[in-house]
């Protein structure tokens, strides 16, 4: 027989371990372990020892819920380890057919993303459970998501095993890069974004940040669950307020036949206006907004009132025109 | 499947697969593979595995059983193993933070099933689910995209085609077609409607926020045999090799615009502008990224565009182009 590859013999050592753990009703001792499971036996002491931690770890990263218990109350130092069965086991989940289409929307929903991967594999899980799919869609109602920002993974380790954070960002605006070290609290998918919401440590304050803007490497402290997250912490509630609320104001814009659709969508009243242009009103509309919105539509919109706006409007179209100077070196 | 995987995600798969096969005695290999994502010869590689694997003692009744004559798999004497481990945190979180998003879809009516299998998970999963608690997605609609939701779900619903008032922002058009619904999709929080268009005969994407109005008509709305859900990335809106590209240079108080358009490249300048390369298949509508832009971004190329810019921001000024 070929003897089998390093990983393989590796998958081997663990499943017989596992099983090991999960068949004995008593706890067994590290040295009992060793005379039970085929690969330890053939092994050095020492690398015995080192194998057996390292395996311990990745059965309890895989979630494996490995006890260690005291094997005698009368001798209570030496320790054992078992599973049990009640732990290990997934509990009988009986879904009925509409909540399991759910179920299968959900886990489609990572396809494309990060979570891919473990998705796919809790589907899998409720089906050797005994469920069977159910391809039937939910009135055609399909979520996706995509968790193209780098720094994704590891900002949801630290914000699930509540772990310190530091790493580079860029601000908005001028973009300035700066060092954060932060108390991560939650992760937020919002209008096509996601936010980490966190306590600043520098700046001992809540804090937004977007993850697409986290650069380079983000580093985990050594310890987790080193604070606590605010009781009752609306993630979105700041993410939300973090995106600022900006004065309204009322105003007429001018606009030339069949454009601006944006703005007249929100308009409150369209009349005709001279030579042929509309005049649309607008109760309530950000002033910054407006000024992008009317100097976007270049030649066929105007401001007509608040007179500022008006005046707004055509500074940056003169920003537009010394930008595009002639003279200057492309 | 061709990634790598390691010996722990293998042994994950093990504990997964040895009850499911449990429960699908003399399931075919192919079948199996598929289910696990992987081919024929590392189930059977897997196999192999299994049964050289088994309780204390290692004699031949302690093993398990695993066999798959004429592509027919049997496993047998696994009790130890033969349910599946509990969800893991990932796997937890994956099903709860996607099912809270769908159950936060306005005026959904499988609410009560999405509700019935979140508790459910919740009770099963434990630790693992609560620790969900600190990832979400917000999925929200205003007024207006509810309204056009509620109809566009029940033409979905009884199959019958719709009318749209649509607003081609890029083009600053609004348009009328009539659509066959397809689905829709909540991408990274965006509403969608995939639909397959008359007017362009072909299948087209439509945001619900630049739906101005739409009916329900009486017309059979299935859509043409041609017509498939497309694979959607980040982004939904992807730019042809064929379209134009065009270099700007941008100020760093505009750099939203290499995050908020599909972009070929970025340079980034020693002052903090950036060199930003994107295709538009629409100069016009370019252009009025520009000027919206107000100076915080000049068109390095084409100088066709250039002249464009230029042109339209004189008129706009009153001045004699």
Redesign the interface.
């Given at each position: 027989m070929v003897r089998p590859s390093p990983a393989a013999a590796k998958t081997e050592r663990l499943l017989n371990l596992t099983i090991c753990l999960l068949y004995t009703r008593q706890p067994l001792s590290k040295s009992r372990i060793r005379t039970l499971v085929p690969h330890y036996a053939d092994s050095s002491d020492e690398a015995f020892d080192r194998m057996f931690e390292r395996d311990k770890d990745e059965l309890r990263e895989l979630g494996v819920p490995l006890r260690t218990e005291v094997i005698d109350a009368f001798f209570d130092d030496e320790v054992g380890y078992r599973v049990d069965q009640r732990e290990y086991r997934l509990p009988e989940i009986d879904f009925t057919p509409d909540e399991l289409a759910v179920v299968g929307l959900a886990s489609r929903a990572w396809s494309q993303a990060s979570l891919a991967g473990p998705a796919a594999q809790a589907l899998r899980k409720l089906q050797a459970a005994g469920l069977e799919r159910d391809e039937a869609g939910v009135s055609g109602i399909e979520p996706l998501l995509h968790t193209t920002e780098p720094a994704f993974e590891q900002v949801r380790r630290a914000v699930l095993t509540r772990t310190p954070l530091r790493f580079t960002y860029r601000g908005g605006g001028a973009g300035v890069v700066t060092q954060r070290h932060v108390h991560p609290w939650a992760l937020t998918s919002w209008h096509g974004r996601w936010y980490l919401t966190a306590h600043d440590v520098d700046r001992d304050a809540p804090r937004v940040f977007r993850l697409d803007r986290v650069e380079g490497t983000v580093t985990l402290a050594r310890a987790s669950g080193t604070y606590t997250v605010p009781a009752g912490h609306d993630a979105r509630a700041m993410i939300t307020t973090s995106q600022g609320t900006e004065e309204t104001v009322r105003a007429r814009v001018a606009l030339r036949p069949g454009s601006g659709h944006t703005l007249r969508r929100r308009a409150s009243e369209v009349t005709p206006g001279e030579d042929g242009w509309d005049v649309v009103l607008l109760d309530e509309v950000s002033r910054s907004a407006l000024v992008a919105d009317v100097t976007g539509l270049g030649p066929a919109a105007r401001v007509l009132e608040p007179a500022e706006l008006t005046a707004a409007v055509r500074d940056r179209l003169r920003a537009v025109l010394a930008a595009h100077d002639e003279q200057e070196a492309p | 499947m061709t990634t790598y995987e390691?010996?722990?995600d293998?042994?994950?798969?093990?504990?997964?697969?040895v009850?499911?096969l449990m429960?699908h005695q003399g399931i075919d290999l192919a079948e199996a593979a598929a289910?696990?994502?992987v081919d024929e010869a590392q189930v059977v590689?897997d196999l192999q595995?299994?049964f050289?694997?088994?309780?204390?003692?290692?004699m031949p009744d302690d093993l398990i059983e695993a066999s798959w004559e004429d592509g027919k798999v049997y496993v047998g004497n696994a009790d130890?193993?033969a349910?599946?481990?509990?969800?893991?945190?990932?796997?937890?979180?994956?099903?709860v933070v996607?099912?809270r998003?769908?159950a936060a879809?306005p005026g959904?009516?499988?609410h009560?099933?999405?509700d019935?299998?979140l508790a459910?998970?919740e009770?099963?999963a434990g630790d693992?689910a609560r620790?969900a608690?600190?990832?979400?997605?917000?999925?929200d609609a205003d007024g207006h995209e509810q309204e056009v939701l509620t109809t566009v779900?029940a033409g979905?619903?009884t199959h019958r085609r719709l009318h749209l008032r649509y607003?081609v922002?890029s083009r600053?058009?609004?348009t009328e077609r009539d659509v066959d619904?397809?689905?829709?999709?909540?991408?990274?929080?965006?509403w969608y409607l995939e639909a397959w268009c008359h007017r362009a005969e072909d299948q087209r994407m439509f945001r619900l926020d630049r739906v101005?109005e739409v009916s329900v008509l009486d017309e059979d709305g299935t859509p043409p045999q041609q017509a498939r859900p497309r694979?959607?990335?980040?982004g939904v809106f992807r730019p042809s090799p064929d379209d134009e590209t065009v270099r700007l240079h941008v100020q760093?108080?505009a750099?939203?615009v290499a995050?908020q358009f599909p972009v070929d490249g970025v340079e980034r300048q020693p002052d903090?502008s950036l060199l930003v390369d994107l295709r538009t298949a629409d100069p016009s509508w370019l252009?009025?990224?520009?000027?919206?832009?107000?100076?915080?971004?000049?068109?390095?190329s084409p100088p066709r565009l250039?002249e464009l810019?230029?042109d339209?921001?004189?008129?706009?000024?009153g001045d004699p182009a």
């Open positions: - | 390691s010996a722990t293998r042994l994950g798969r093990l504990l997964t697969m009850p499911w429960r289910t696990f994502g590689d595995l299994l050289v694997c088994g309780t204390p003692g290692h130890t193993i349910h599946p481990l509990r969800l893991g945190r990932d796997e937890a979180l994956a099903l996607a099912l998003a769908l879809v959904i009516e499988e009560d099933a999405i019935r299998a459910k998970l009770s099963a693992a620790d608690a600190a990832v979400s997605v917000a999925v779900r979905l619903r607003l922002a600053d058009e609004s619904p397809m689905r829709v999709l909540n991408v990274d929080g965006r101005e694979a959607v990335g980040p760093p108080q750099a939203w995050e903090g252009v009025r990224l520009v000027w919206r832009l107000g100076g915080q971004a000049r068109v390095v250039v810019v230029r339209g921001a004189r008129r706009a000024l």
